[in-house]
């Protein structure tokens, strides 16, 4: 890569400082005193042998220093020991090269062609600070919009989440209105359940990530005050592995879908209907699935606005960005039933040493 790339880079760089000294030199020099070839052999030698030498030091040595030593004193230092060290070895290199071609003795030529590596390193030197700093602004102006990005995301996360949160709350309250008079013990135990959503709720939005089986009780806290309205209507089932209870994921993942499921295909049939809940894992993978046994996508009396699916998987990928899917469309060949199937990279292990509590069923 070097020689495809650098190297004749470096070169062409080389020559152009040399014929640039040459044409600089030759006004001090009295007619007929000045030959340009002669003169542009001898600039062109010392710029390839210095240049090569200060360019190379300053493409291997400085950026591993750097790293090293941060901060603008050492940079200053590391610049000045390398352009120094690299010019006295690129100027002998010269010296005896061209001591070599012209049968003179180095102690004649070094003078003239230390200026020459003096020249040329302070042009690397310029070139590398001026890059440098150019750099640095531009790592911190990416770092600034990267911060913005990252702080927009955040608050249009919590925009999503704060929509999604209170959302079957509200619904529930009304399930509590409705139950006051006709069942008092139903419209406590509703309430239990509401107390518990909500802190489940506000725990999620403090912490960002949930354990699957909080994810799980959550979901059969709001399935518990459905049946207590819908009765008998509503039947379901959860099935979780005991070894994925631990996992974590986006708080709220479950809830809103069951929610679609129940108030679009159970509620609005006489006899009601079936919801299923089903978590496993595919090699690396978490894959999510709830499912209806319902008359279908657009059977349902509620015009539902469709932005639950939405901002769910909005919110999936703002979190995951790109890496988790989100599938829905009809459960069954002949188009009844309806299912979302959600595929989240597999994440790490909550931190606890408790056991899992197992789910029902």
Request: proline share 5%.
């Amino acid at each position: 890569m070097y020689f495809r790339r650098e190297l004749p880079a470096d070169l062409a760089s080389c020559l152009v400082i040399a014929v640039a000294l040459t044409l600089l030199i030759a006004p001090f020099f009295s007619d007929g005193e000045f030959s340009f070839l002669p003169a542009l052999l001898v600039n062109g030698i010392a710029s390839i042998c210095i240049g090569l030498t200060v360019a190379n030091s300053f493409r291997f040595l400085v950026p591993p220093l750097r790293r090293r030593f941060p901060g603008a004193v050492a940079n200053v230092l590391i610049l000045g020991g390398i352009g120094l060290g690299s010019t006295a070895l690129g100027v002998e290199l010269a010296v005896r090269a061209m001591a070599a071609l012209r049968g003179s003795t180095a102690s004649q030529l070094r003078p003239d062609v230390l200026r020459v590596g003096l020249v040329i390193v302070t042009i690397v030197v310029a070139i590398d600070m001026a890059y440098e700093r150019l750099r640095r602004r531009a790592r911190r102006n990416e770092l600034r919009a990267e911060q913005a990005r990252k702080q927009a995301l955040g608050a249009q996360l919590k925009a999503l989440q704060a929509r999604t949160n209170p959302h079957f709350l509200f619904n529930s309250l009304n399930v509590v209105s409705g139950l006051i008079e006709e069942d008092p013990v139903g419209a406590e135990r509703v309430l239990e359940h509401l107390s518990e959503l909500f802190r489940y709720a506000l725990k999620g939005a403090d912490g960002g990530w949930v354990r699957m089986a909080d994810e799980v009780t959550a979901t059969e806290s709001y399935l518990e005050v459905e049946s207590i309205r819908l009765g008998d209507r509503l039947r379901t089932g959860i099935s979780v592995p005991a070894e994925l209870a631990e996992v974590l994921v986006p708080p709220l993942i479950l809830q809103p879908l069951v929610e679609n499921a129940v108030l679009h295909g159970v509620a609005p049939r006489k006899d009601g209907g079936r919801v299923e809940v089903t978590v496993r894992s595919e090699a690396s993978s978490l894959v999510l699935t709830v499912e209806d046994d319902g008359r279908g996508p657009g059977s349902s009396p509620h015009n539902g606005s469709g932005t639950s699916l939405a901002e769910m998987a909005q919110r999936l990928e703002m979190i995951y960005a790109g890496s988790s899917t989100l599938e829905a469309g009809s459960r069954d060949a002949d188009g009844s039933g309806f299912r979302v199937r959600i595929t989240l990279p597999m994440e790490a292990r909550a931190r606890t040493s408790a056991d899992p509590t197992p789910c029902r069923s």
